[in-house]
Structures are given as structure tokens and as C-alpha cells.
């Protein structure tokens, strides 16, 4: 129990602690950003499943083209 009201902060006095502790909150920020895309896509992806669309890599068909070429015009 004493040594959380030590006055001794060895940690802290080390020249590079800030350093190391900025990087490690930068690179901990990226790794939320990635987390926080990959739930957005995840929540884009079953509202767009709601919405009718299935899965990515499906086409739509044109329904307005005519099913058989045409002659083509000279």
C-alpha cells in the first residue's frame, strides 16, 4: 500500500517517458480508428441488408434494355 503515495516517480523522469507515451497513445488512437471503421462498415452493411441489397459483388440487371440484341444500325 505505501508504494502508491511514493514520492519517487522514476517513470516519469526518464527523457524519453514522454516520448514513449506519445507514440503509444498515437498508435492506440489508430488502432481505434480502424475498430471504429470496421464497426461502421459492419453497421453499413446490415442496413443496406435491411434495405433489400444482399451482399457486395452483386449486380443489378437493367430492366429497361431490351433481353435480345437488336439489328444493328448502319
Given at each position: 500500500?505505501?508504494?502508491l503515495f511514493r514520492r519517487d516517480r522514476s517513470?516519469?523522469?526518464?527523457p524519453d517517458a514522454?516520448?514513449?507515451m506519445e507514440k503509444l497513445?498515437?498508435?492506440s488512437l489508430r488502432?481505434?480508428?480502424?475498430?471504429?471503421?470496421?464497426v461502421a462498415d459492419l453497421i453499413?452493411?446490415?442496413r443496406l441488408e435491411r434495405?433489400?441489397?444482399s451482399q457486395?459483388?452483386?449486380f443489378l440487371r437493367r430492366l429497361d434494355q431490351e433481353q435480345e440484341p437488336g439489328p444493328k444500325k448502319e
Open positions: 500500500m505505501p508504494l517513470i516519469l523522469k526518464r514522454q516520448d514513449q497513445l498515437a498508435d488502432t481505434l480508428g480502424q475498430v471504429c471503421a470496421k453499413e452493411a446490415q434495405q433489400g441489397y457486395q459483388n452483386d
